[in-house]
Each structure stands twice: as C-alpha cells, then as structure tokens.
C-alpha cells in the first residue's frame, strides 16, 4: 500500500501561539485490500488498481465515492450482509472487474450498486 503524505503547517499569533497542524493520507497506485478496513479506506481516498485478496462482509456502511477507481476482484465477492449498500458512486468511474456483488441493501435503490 503507498501512502502520499501532505502535511501544512499554519502558524497565528493571537494572544499566545496557536499551531494548526493538517496531515492528509492519500492512497495512490495499484494496491490490495483484505478487508473492510482497506476498502472503506480505498474509496475513501484510492486511486489506481485495487485488488481484492479475500472476501469481503461489510459490517458498517462504505463512503460515497467520488473520483475514477478500479477494483479487480480476483474472483472474490463484497457482501453487503444483507445491511448495507455496496456502492455508491458520486462522481467518476468506478471499475469493477472479476468481482461478485451480493446481498446488498439500499433503501429506495438499487441494493449492490447506484450513481
């Protein structure tokens, strides 16, 4: 997994030093996922190729995507329990190659995917 890290520093003076530090994590590139954890955050932030190593239950809801992605499945499949919508694409493309999608939930939509 590649990390690009932006860090800005602000500085104020008011009645004392105040310090605004900001980090932002962006996963750039072809990477993996093997669990919720590295797929929320792939589609919170991930550009490039993802690949899944394993299957994947959801067991709380995914971010909204907004920007283009690809994510090869490797066979494997994201399940939605039953509870939880699989996708939702904003804006971009999403690309989902070689990947099952089951058991999705969206209320007044489509249950695995919606843009």
Do not use: C
């Amino acid at each position: 997994m590649k990390y690009n890290l932006t860090t800005s520093f602000n500085l104020f003076h008011f009645i004392g030093l105040i310090f605004l530090y900001t980090t932002t994590n962006l996963l750039q590139g072809d990477g993996t996922i093997s669990n919720q954890t590295e797929l929320y955050n792939a589609l919170k932030t991930g550009t490039g190729t993802w690949t899944l190593q394993a299957n994947i239950v959801l067991n709380q809801a995914l971010p909204v995507r907004s920007g283009d992605i690809t994510f090869n499945g490797n066979g494997h499949t994201i399940d939605g329990n039953n509870a939880y919508q699989i996708f939702f694409v904003q804006s971009g493309t999403v690309t989902l190659q070689n990947i099952s999608l089951a058991n999705g939930l969206s209320k007044g939509g489509l249950g695995g995917l919606s843009n």
